[in-house]
């Protein structure tokens, strides 16, 4: 619970435009979502957090703890303390563990506008559901993945290539690329190729599915 009011308007109430599925999962917005806590959003490579913080936050008001599996940002000072009362805690903005690994050299956070932006490098190339473990999840088939993807490097968009064919393929009840790959159903990459040509797989795919 944040005690102050809270500078940034549009974070006041996150859940606001929330949309979902019929399945009950959020409809991402910027590849993310929101909580009643927070809004975020997210690239293959990186996911933003933006946390509404009380008006007039400033950096030393705010301790900020990233680690590979979990986040902490609570603020320096409490609400005021009442009469006979012990020193009241630090609001906790944030706290929890991270749905995925991130790397925490290449992790940031700032102020900017109102919010604290958190700037988290995934470690595995991934569309998150979630942040924290626990918090509601997004559908990641509606994740708009194509919009920039020439402007990734050629590892990347054949990261974003294996996890579309991958989320196909269990929609479908199909085996995925690994599952296919450990069967040994086509040739081993040859060596620097990172990723699996989404042709070869689905060419595979049929062939297994004819037979």
């Keep these: 619970t944040v005690f102050f009011k809270k500078k940034n308007k549009e974070l006041e109430d996150p859940m606001a435009d929330v949309r979902y ?9 910027g590849n993310g979502g929101s909580t009643n806590r927070y809004r ?6 990186e996911t933003s957090v933006i946390i509404g913080v009380p008006e007039g936050t400033r950096g030393k008001d705010l301790d900020v703890i990233i680690k590979a599996s979990s986040l902490s940002v609570r603020l320096t000072k409490g609400p005021p303390k009442k009469e006979n009362e012990d020193e009241a805690p630090s609001p ?10 991130i790397r925490t050299d290449e992790s940031t956070w700032s102020l900017e506008g109102g919010a604290l932006v958190l ?12 942040v924290l473990i626990g918090d509601e999840k997004i559908d990641t ?5 194509t919009r920039k993807i020439g402007e990734y490097d050629d ?4 990261a ?10 269990e929609r479908l009840g199909l085996p995925t690329s690994d599952e296919i790959l450990g069967k040994k159903l086509i040739p ?11 042709e070869t797989l689905d060419a595979n795919t049929s062939k297994k599915n004819d037979s």
């Excluded at 975020?40 to 490579?45: A, E, G, L, P, V």
């Excluded at 700037?119 to 979630?130: G, N, S």
């Excluded at 974003?160 to 393929?169: C, E, G, M």
Aim: proline share 6%.
């Design 119 to 130: 700037t988290l490098d995934k470690v595995k190339k991934t569309w998150w559901e979630t």
């Design 141 to 145: 088939t509606l994740v708009d993945s």
């Design 21 to 29: 599925t019929e399945e009950g999962k959020q409809k991402p917005v």
């Design 188 to 198: 081993p990459l040859p060596p620097g190729v990172e990723y699996i040509d989404k």
């Design 160 to 169: 974003i290539r294996k996890i579309l064919f991958d989320q196909r393929q």
């Design 92 to 101: 906790i903005l944030l706290e929890g563990d991270l749905v995925e690994k």
């Design 155 to 158: 590892a990347t968009q054949g």
């Design 40 to 45: 975020w959003t997210q690239t293959i490579n």
